[in-house]
């Protein structure tokens, strides 16, 4: 079946570094855009980044800019999220996401990442 897991999330000071990674089986990843969402307490869930199905394009909400990096590696069936700088308001609960021609669409269960001294 369709799994993808998260791992990577943790505890980390302001201005730390973390790397999510979510591991991907049950479906022909390379066919995929990959997206990484986080979810804020009392907030929507709002896209972080996306990566095309060959990585060639990559787009990032503008308060991530220049600090996260998404990646991702088809022959390991992963995607990652570098972030560095981290800030407070980086806190959050981060899923990963796989969507093919708006009609699958794939959640992880999510990792919590909290930023604070």
């Known amino acids: 079946q369709v799994q993808l897991v998260e791992s990577g999330g943790g505890l980390v000071q302001p201005g730390g570094s973390l790397r999510l990674s979510c591991a991907a089986s049950g479906f022909t990843f390379i066919f995929y855009v990959m997206s990484w969402y986080r979810q804020a307490p009392g907030k929507e869930r709002e896209r972080v980044a996306f990566i095309s199905s060959t990585g060639g394009i990559t787009n990032y909400t503008d308060s991530v800019k220049g600090r996260f990096t998404i990646s991702r590696d088809n022959a390991k069936n992963t995607v990652y999220l570098q972030m560095n700088s981290l800030k407070p308001e980086d806190t959050a609960v981060y899923y990963c996401?796989?969507?093919?021609?708006?009609?699958?669409?794939?959640w992880g269960q999510g990792t919590q990442v909290t930023v604070s001294p």
């Open positions: 996401n796989a969507r093919r021609a708006n009609i699958y669409d794939y």
